[in-house]
């Protein structure tokens, strides 16, 4: 089986969330990550930027994991 990571990177606001949204669309099978993730739960998005590390580190574990399986 073939694995492909695509990163995006880019200013906020520039539409990098929107494009991995419609890639996954079209890439059955294909799952999106982002560190936006991690400030969002059952209440909505509640951004803390003393937490910044600790969301890029939660997304790139759930990266390694998915990547892994």
Known sequence: MLTKLTIIRGLP???KS???KKLV???PGSVHIEADMFFTGKDGYKFDPSKI???HEWC???TK???SN
């Open 53 to 55: 590390k600790e969301a």
């Open 60 to 62: 790139f574990n759930t």
């Open 25 to 27: 669309g079209i890439n």
């Open 18 to 20: 929107t494009l991995a």
């Open 65 to 67: 994991i998915f990547l």
């Open 13 to 15: 606001g520039s539409g």
